[in-house]
């Protein structure tokens, strides 16, 4: 009995070995990054399928070769056996995910965050915010978010140095204490965001979303330069395939020192177009009707002498056309980089030729991610207005050329809180001096995600 007890021991041990070399070898291609040939090597021993450890390792190479069925059949066999395997279970997850069966892959992910720490909790997170995203298609979501800040600028009334205006008649000065002569402060933000989906056919969804910010200086000769905007916009969204397309309205108010100062009525078209997982394109086509209103203002920044602002003679429509590319790089700080062409065309409405203008002007922006928690982000802008009448008698038209750079960092605190900083350096030159300035600012904001 006991040589036939041994035997049986034997067997055992032998068959062990036996389909434990399988899963060496795809455990070997794996780690080598050659998951095609690993799920190769895994069909090539069939016999070895309901094997815990080489279900483990099989699944793992069918979903990263593209054949997510078969890895999740052999993952979901592997944790009937081992239920408490958190790596199985991330897997299994990421299949249903790539499945599309987004219900099943929430309930898994969900299940792992709540003991998720470290990585592993930040790749968690990002299939869950991946899903929330994936099922706008499908299902009607909504975000939020509310941000606070603080920070300085250098130019808060993008003005210039006293003295002679250059470009202009002698006797056209800047005088010390003037409202249009440069001045800096410190100031403080505040912003909210609301945005939704609503799907209504397949493909088809209804969009909405609004946006608040304010911004108040410190020093109470600046307060004439406050401001606050309120934003709505809403609109339908079509999906066929590879191409996206929007049609929507979008309207802003932006008041300056408590007073409303501009309004903006805005037809949006869009089209977007995935080529692969790494490039997209998109079109866009605007027209505003920009509507200012005169408000009371200073010629002094003692604030002795009120003046109307007259801002109503601008009054235009602004029509505009963007193009742009965004190519994703294969790289372990998934770089962003997005490129961008615009053309437009303002006309003044209240038959002021000289505010009328031409636009066009570039953006290129690229975005990394060197840590999980970390994002970081840098852009240069360019753009330029030739305005198509003379500025006055004897005073040729203007001609600006703005160029900016901005740099942003953002770091995780957890889910749903993120600190922020921001940099930006402006430079406009223009042949009207009124018009060159240079300005920096620097910010740092706390902005909370409502998920």
Same mark, same amino acid.
């Given at each position: 009995?006991?040589?036939?007890?041994?035997a049986i021991?034997l067997?055992?041990?032998?068959?062990?070995?036996?389909?434990? %070399?399988?899963? @060496?070898?795809v455990k070997?291609?794996?780690?080598?990054? /050659?998951?095609?040939?690993?799920?190769?090597?895994?069909?090539?021993?069939?016999?070895?399928?309901?094997?815990?450890?080489?279900?483990?390792?099989?699944?793992?190479?069918?979903l990263?070769a593209?054949?997510?069925g078969?890895?999740?059949?052999a993952? !979901?066999?592997?944790?009937?056996?081992?239920p408490?395997?958190?790596?199985?279970?991330?897997?299994?997850?990421?299949?249903?995910?790539?499945?599309?069966?987004?219900?099943?892959?929430? !309930?898994?992910?969900?299940?792992?965050?709540?003991?998720?720490?470290g990585?592993e909790?930040e790749?968690?997170n990002q299939?869950?915010?991946?899903?929330? %995203?994936?099922e706008?298609?499908? /299902?009607?979501?909504?975000?939020?978010?509310?941000e606070?800040?603080?920070?300085? @600028?250098s130019?808060?009334?993008?003005?210039?140095?006293?003295?002679? *205006?250059?470009?202009?008649?002698l006797g056209?000065?800047?005088?010390p204490?003037?409202?249009?002569?440069?001045q800096?402060?410190?100031?403080?933000?505040?912003?909210?965001?609301?945005?939704?989906?609503?799907?209504?056919a397949?493909?088809?969804?209804?969009?909405a979303?609004?946006?608040?910010?304010?911004?108040?200086?410190?020093? =109470?000769?600046?307060? *004439?330069?406050?401001?606050?905007?309120?934003?709505?916009?809403?609109g339908?969204?079509?999906? !066929?395939?590879?191409?996206?397309?929007?049609?929507?309205?979008?309207?802003?108010?932006?008041?300056? @020192?408590n007073?409303?100062?501009?309004?903006?009525?805005?037809?949006v078209?869009e089209?977007?177009?995935?080529?692969d997982?790494?490039?997209r394109?998109?079109l866009?086509?605007q =027209?505003?009707?920009?509507?200012? =209103?005169?408000?009371n203002?200073f010629?002094?920044?003692d604030?002795?002498?009120?003046?109307n602002?007259g801002?109503?003679?601008r009054?235009?429509?602004?029509?505009?056309?963007?193009? %742009?590319?965004?190519?994703?790089l294969t =790289?372990?700080?998934?770089?962003?980089?997005?490129?961008?062409?615009?053309?437009?065309?303002?006309?003044?409405?209240?038959?002021?030729?000289?505010l009328?203008r031409?636009?066009w002007?570039?953006?290129?922006? *690229?975005?990394?991610?060197?840590?999980? /928690?970390?994002?970081v982000?840098?852009?240069?802008?360019?753009?330029?207005?030739?305005?198509i009448?003379?500025?006055a008698?004897?005073?040729?038209?203007?001609?600006?050329?703005?160029y900016?750079?901005?740099?942003s960092?953002?770091?995780?605190l957890?889910?749903?809180?993120?600190?922020?900083?921001?940099?930006q350096?402006?430079?406009?030159?223009a042949?009207?001096?009124?018009?060159s300035y240079?300005?920096e600012?620097?910010a740092?904001?706390?902005?909370?995600?409502f998920?």
């Amino acid at each position: 009995m006991a040589k036939k007890i041994g035997a049986i021991a034997l067997l055992c041990l032998a068959w062990t070995l036996v389909a434990a %070399a399988p899963a @060496d070898d795809v455990k070997a291609l794996l780690e080598q990054g /050659k998951d095609k040939e690993a799920y190769e090597a895994g069909k090539a021993t069939p016999d070895a399928l309901g094997t815990p450890l080489f279900d483990f390792y099989f699944g793992i190479a069918a979903l990263n070769a593209g054949v997510p069925g078969e890895g999740v059949l052999a993952l !979901e066999r592997y944790l009937l056996q081992f239920p408490d395997n958190r790596s199985a279970q991330f897997q299994l997850a990421r299949g249903y995910f790539i499945l599309g069966e987004d219900q099943r892959a929430r !309930e898994e992910f969900a299940g792992l965050s709540a003991a998720a720490t470290g990585s592993e909790l930040e790749n968690v997170n990002q299939f869950l915010d991946a899903i929330r %995203a994936r099922e706008s298609r499908y /299902k009607p979501t909504s975000s939020a978010f509310f941000e606070i800040g603080r920070g300085y @600028d250098s130019n808060i009334n993008s003005g210039i140095r006293s003295g002679q *205006v250059a470009g202009l008649p002698l006797g056209f000065l800047v005088l010390p204490g003037q409202s249009s002569e440069r001045q800096s402060d410190s100031f403080r933000t505040v912003s909210a965001g609301l945005q939704g989906v609503y799907p209504v056919a397949p493909g088809v969804a209804l969009y909405a979303g609004g946006l608040f910010t304010a911004r108040s200086h410190f020093k =109470h000769t600046s307060d *004439v330069f406050d401001q606050h905007m309120l934003a709505l916009q809403g609109g339908i969204s079509l999906l !066929e395939g590879r191409n996206l397309y929007r049609l929507g309205v979008d309207v802003a108010s932006l008041s300056v @020192d408590n007073q409303q100062y501009l309004s903006l009525r805005t037809l949006v078209g869009e089209w977007q177009y995935q080529s692969d997982q790494y490039n997209r394109f998109s079109l866009s086509a605007q =027209h505003s009707r920009q509507t200012y =209103h005169n408000i009371n203002t200073f010629l002094d920044i003692d604030k002795t002498f009120q003046v109307n602002s007259g801002a109503d003679i601008r009054n235009s429509g602004l029509a505009s056309l963007t193009g %742009a590319w965004t190519r994703t790089l294969t =790289h372990p700080w998934n770089p962003v980089f997005t490129t961008s062409l615009n053309v437009g065309s303002e006309r003044n409405r209240r038959e002021r030729p000289d505010l009328s203008r031409e636009i066009w002007g570039a953006r290129l922006t *690229v975005v990394i991610q060197p840590q999980p /928690k970390w994002t970081v982000g840098s852009g240069l802008s360019y753009q330029e207005s030739r305005y198509i009448s003379d500025f006055a008698t004897a005073i040729p038209p203007r001609r600006d050329q703005f160029y900016a750079l901005d740099l942003s960092a953002a770091y995780a605190l957890d889910r749903n809180w993120s600190l922020r900083g921001e940099y930006q350096h402006v430079n406009q030159n223009a042949n009207i001096g009124f018009y060159s300035y240079t300005r920096e600012s620097f910010a740092l904001k706390l902005r909370y995600d409502f998920k």
